[in-house]
T-cell receptor
Framework: AQSVAQPEDQVNVAEGNPLTVKCTYS??????LFWYVQYPNRGLQFLLK??????LVKGSYGFEAEFNKSQTSFHLKKPSALVSDSALYFC??????????FGDGTTLTVKP | NAGVMQNPRHLVRRRGQEARLRCSPM?????VYWYRQLPEEGLKFMVY????????ESGMPKERFSAEFPKEGPSILRIQQVVRGDSAAYFC???????????????FGAGSRLTVL
């Protein structure tokens, strides 16, 4: 079985400050890890993925994520938040070509 | 490149009626996934299909729900005898299948929002 935990329902940051959205996972074997973003009344959009290699992964819109195998974490980060980053963020894990399992999501609010 | 197309975007049904949700995957994608998003909740996996085959239906309720992905045409998620608890957003995603890395990046549709009165 595979699972994802996003421990924070909501993250609030001021514009220009760094942001972190947390994610921990559980899966047997090597994980494939993903971050997606969802804007209101829209489908999810892919941000970035970790498959193998460098633990720091860079993705769209200036986001990056750090894979930590010992802590089974894959936290999403951005050095300087924008108001337009406000959205619902989902972490996901999969193995091979099978289904992706999503966390419950974290609502990010960036205030001007 | 039209992306993943879902229709209808909004569907209203009365209890006991049937709901049919359609999904056309992105061009070149042969793998389709259905997820359900209940209000204030995350995405829950329902079913994973390839053309004419159900690969993983571990998230499908045992009764009233079925899915297909025929050789020709869109994937269909069918809910028979709907109940109020079926009210949710149903998202379809597609992928090209197992790439060189073995990982599936999903491309999502905009979702179909089912309301059961």
């Amino acid at each position: 079985a595979q699972s994802v935990a996003q421990p924070e329902d909501q993250v609030n940051v001021a514009e220009g400050n760094p942001l972190t959205v947390k994610c921990t996972y559980s899966v047997s074997g090597n994980p494939y890890l993903f971050w997606y973003v969802q804007y209101p009344n829209r489908g999810l959009q892919f941000l970035l993925k970790y498959i193998t290699g460098d633990n720091l992964v860079k993705g769209s819109y200036g986001f990056e994520a750090e894979f930590n195998k010992s802590q089974t974490s894959f936290h999403l980060k951005k050095p300087s938040a924008l108001v337009s980053d406000s959205a619902l963020y989902f972490c996901a894990v999969s193995r091979n070509a099978g289904k992706s399992t999503f966390g419950d999501g974290t609502t990010l609010t960036v205030k001007p | 490149n039209a992306g993943v197309m879902q229709n209808p975007r909004h569907l209203v049904r009365r209890r006991g009626q049937e709901a049919r949700l359609r999904c056309s995957p992105m061009k070149g994608h042969s793998h389709v996934y259905w997820y359900r998003q209940l209000p204030e909740e995350g995405l829950k996996f329902m079913v994973y299909l390839q053309k004419e085959n159900i690969i993983d239906e571990s998230g499908m309720p045992k009764e009233r729900f079925s899915a297909e992905f025929p050789k020709e045409g869109p994937s269909i998620l069918r809910i028979q005898q709907v109940v109020r608890g079926d009210s949710a957003a149903y998202f379809c995603a597609s992928s090209p299948g197992q790439g060189p890395s073995g990982a599936n990046v999903l491309t999502f549709g905009a979702g179909s929002r089912l309301t059961v009165l």
